[in-house]
Structure formats: structure tokens, C-alpha cells
């Protein structure tokens, strides 16, 4: 049997050593990990992912009936005004909501937790008691966020304006800054979650602690490590889609072949929930692989600036092990 050894955390690290503590985490912890999101986090992403899979089927229904001989443009355009439409909108957004905060702090719960025991012998219920306090923190921070996107949003579209009324080649420059300064912003802040939890500070503590590591030389790799996490992240989930669009392929080629226009059938409408719902639930808990990349990142970046895990080393050099060997008896 392997022996455990627990990843050293507090290190700096190049982005290939990055990536490799990534994948090595997630393979050394893949069991109680994905315990904990399954049990925590799975009862959202599972309502959410059927919420969205029924809404998608349901669109994917009214949008070939459409293109039909048949079709009633009218119903596509009631389908949208409708109560049930906005009801299953409204449960859907609330739900993805829920999942997005409950998985980051799970995973974020589950790191700090390793951290502190060096051991990948971690119980769910510990997970759970870190994450109901976590929870509320990180719901008022996704809110806040929200309201700083907007507000960054407003003050960045100012110059698109100005520079539209001048020119319209300076509309397209003002564009790609507008974009460019979202995008710094973004990366800029994608600490902060982490932060809040290892570091225990508040959102305005945790964002300026954040922009503060992150631009100190660092964003360029932050964004490198993050954005090649989250891809492949995507074309792993994107692999649930692969059969549905094969037999989307498939039955449009069948009525190509016949003549007859394609029908959005009721066994259709299931494959199509079925598919975008393992497509959803795939995404959300393969979100950990650029959550714990974050993880990574911070303990890199700390260490290049604070030499924290050096300091710690330094202060323990000289201190003697308790001798946990039995009291011998004569």
C-alpha cells in the first residue's frame, strides 16, 4: 500500500509545479473530496442541473418547431411571457446560485482542512460544519461582487461612449479596453474567495489583499493558470454533450433524407435534459480543478512575497518531536 504523504502547500511553485500539485491533489484526495461535494453541494447542482436541462430541452422543442413548416412563431414568442417561463428562469438562476457558492466553499473548506491536519482522512460532517459558516460569507461576497461588476461596468463603459462619439474606429479600441479592464479585474479579484476563508478577513480586506499578491508581477501567471484550468475543465464537461449531439445530428440527417421536417420528439426533449443535465452537474464539480489551482496560486504567491513556509521552517529548526514512543516498564 502507498504511503501517504501530504502536500506541502505553503511553496513556491513554477506553472508546470502548479499544475502537477493541482492534478496530484486532486487524484490524492479524489475520494473524501468528491465525498464532500457530492453530500454538500450535490443536492443544489442536482436541482439546478434539472432545472436547466428541462429549460434547455424546452427551448431546444419550441426552437425546431419554429423552423418547420408548421411552426407557430407566435408560441415561441408566448413561451417567453409566460408565468411558467419566468418561474422556471427564476428557480433555475437561484439554484445554479446556491450551487456556485455551496461547491467553492465546499472545496475551499475541504483545503483549509487538509492544511491543518496534513491528511486526505477527512470527514464530511467536518467539511459541512466549515461550510455552513462559510456559506453566508460567501453568499454577501458573490453579492457584493456583483454590484462591483456593475459598477466597474458603468465607469468602464464611459470612455466606450466618449470615444464612440469621436470616432468609429475609436469605439473598437474602446471596446477592447472596456473588455481588458473586466477581464483585469476578474483575475485580479480571483483570490478573494480563499482568502476570506484561510485568512479570515472581510470582502473589502480579502480584495485588496488580493489585488495586492496578484499584481505584484504575478497576474500574467494567475491568468495563464486559471484560464488553462478552466479549459480544461470545459472540454472535460463538454464531453457529456458529445452523444446528444450525435443523435441531434443523426435525427436532422434522417429528415434531410426523407424529405420531412425535424420534429422535436418527447424521447428528443428527455435526451436533451438528460444530456444538458450531466453536462451542468460535470461542470459544476470539475470546478474544483480551478478552485484548487486558486489555492495553489495563493500559497505561491505568499511565499514569493511573505516566505511564510520558510519562516515557519526557520521558527521549528532546534524544536525537539515529543517522543511518542510507550513509557518503558521494568
Known sequence: M???KAIELQRARDF???MNATFEFIRQNFKSLGK????IAGPSVLVGSLLIGAFMGELMTLSTGLQSATGNPEAFGDYFLSVN?????ILMFVFLFISFIVTIATINCYLILYDEKKSNQI???EVWDRVRHAFWTYLGTTLLFFLVLILAYIILLIPVVVLGAISGFLVFVGVLLFVGGIVYLIFSASLTYFIQSYEKKNFLEAIVRSFRLVNNGKWWSTFGLIFVLQLIMGVSSYIFLIPYYIILFTSSMHSVSTGSPMEFSDSMKIWSMVFFTLYYMAQMLLYSLPNIGIAFQYFNLVELKEARGLMSQIETLGESKPDTRPEERY
Open 123 to 125: 470527514e464530511v460532517s
Open 2 to 4: 502507498e504511503e501517504f
Open 36 to 39: 464532500s461535494i457530492l453530500f
Open 85 to 89: 417561463f419566468w418561474l422556471q428562469f
Open 16 to 18: 508546470s509545479q502548479k
